[in-house]
């Protein structure tokens, strides 16, 4: 089955610096990599998604990258602020059947200001 | 919209009870989720239900059962609680279900004893 490994596990970094979280999965079958952003006591929340015929997507601040060759995807995100402080999740389809995400394991991100 | 809600919030249960978690949307989304999410542990899938009529198990689905109420309406029972059942569960929609964003409820925080 699909296998989705997610570094690092904690990310401190300074108000303005960048921030890279990698991801790895398993099946190369899997066409659809979504990032999610969890605030404290609320559900997951989408922030930006890829899909397996592009390398790059953007969105202002946030970007994401994918490499299927190597079966990795990242998320950036480029002058952080402090509400960027969060959980962050990967996640990636078992299989071709994108009803199945796997996620994960997330990231916490804490910007200092 | 509300987008998806649920209840109750918070439950503390007996070893042994059983309960069951509602959710709901009014996004007239076609497909829907329970996810469990531990500590350190993402989220993973329980069940999902692709469209109204229709469930389907996810990664961990042993000690659950489902049941779609209608097409806003998707339920999530435990029959006879254990303390490993002791998680935040979140119920999903999204109106695509292969590469479509899921939209999150607040949780629930269920406490096993």
């Known amino acids: 089955g699909e296998n989705v490994e997610q570094h690092p596990s904690t990310l401190s970094v300074q108000e303005g610096d960048s921030a890279v979280i990698k991801c790895t999965y398993s099946?190369?079958?899997?066409?659809?990599f979504p990032w999610y952003k969890q605030e404290l006591g609320k559900g997951p929340q989408l922030i930006i998604d890829i899909r397996s015929n592009v390398g790059e997507k953007k969105d202002q601040r946030i970007a994401v990258t994918l490499n299927k060759t190597a079966k990795h995807f990242s998320l950036h995100i480029t002058e952080t602020q402090p509400e960027d402080s969060a959980v962050y999740f990967c996640?990636?389809?078992?299989?071709?059947?994108?009803?199945?995400?796997?996620f994960g394991s997330g990231t916490r991100l804490l910007v200092r200001p | 919209n509300a987008g998806v809600t649920q209840t109750p919030k918070f439950q503390v249960l007996k070893t042994g009870q059983s309960m069951t978690l509602q959710c709901a949307q009014d996004?007239?989304?076609?497909?829907m989720y329970w996810y469990r999410q531990d500590p350190g542990m993402g989220l993973r899938l329980i069940y999902y239900s692709a469209s109204e009529g229709t469930t389907d198990k996810g990664e961990v689905p042993n000690g659950y059962n489902v049941s779609r109420l209608n097409k806003r309406e998707f339920s999530l029972r435990l029959e006879s609680a254990a303390p490993s059942q002791t998680s935040v569960y979140f119920c999903?929609?999204?109106?695509?279900?292969?590469?479509?964003?899921?939209?999150f409820g607040p949780g629930t925080r269920l406490t096993v004893t």
């Open positions: 099946d190369s079958a899997s066409n659809y």
């Open positions: 996640a990636a389809p078992l299989g071709d059947s994108s009803y199945k995400l796997i």
């Open positions: 996004m007239n989304h076609n497909s």
């Open positions: 999903a929609s999204s109106t695509q279900g292969r590469g479509g964003e899921q939209y």
